[in-house]
């Protein structure tokens, strides 16, 4: 039995959006404790962000931007067959992230 090529391509580029979606969700989850320990330690810097007391959130938004660019350029080598599905995958991941930097700031303006 031989299969068709575009469906085994197709189901390899699920598969890698699904893999870089999760490993994603990892590297987002990293800024949970890193923003505790920013909003403990009153960093000067972050603090200067922002008159509202939200600093760290925003300080830690900044960090973590810069960490998920460089993660999709170490995704898009990884994948270099697949990289719109990496770039797919990466895309998704920023949903939840954007999320969870809303439930932060939240937390941080109300609390």
Same mark, same amino acid.
């Given at each position: 039995m031989s299969e068709n090529a575009a469906m085994i391509s197709e189901e =390899?580029?699920?598969?890698?959006? $699904?893999s870089v979606f999760g490993r994603t969700l990892l590297v987002v989850a990293g800024a949970l404790p890193f923003f505790y320990l $920013?909003? $403990?330690a009153e960093? %000067?810097?972050m603090? %200067?962000?922002a008159d509202d007391g939200t600093g760290p959130v925003i300080g830690t938004a900044l960090t973590w931007s810069v960490l998920l660019a460089l993660f999709l350029g170490a995704m898009l080598? =990884?994948? =270099?067959g697949a990289k719109v599905a990496a770039a797919t995958g990466w895309g998704l991941s920023l949903l939840p992230a954007a999320g969870l930097f809303a439930l932060l700031y939240t937390y941080m303006y109300l609390g």
């Open positions: =390899r580029g699920l598969r890698v959006t $699904a $920013a909003a $403990a960093v %000067g810097w603090e %200067g962000l080598y =990884r994948f =270099r």
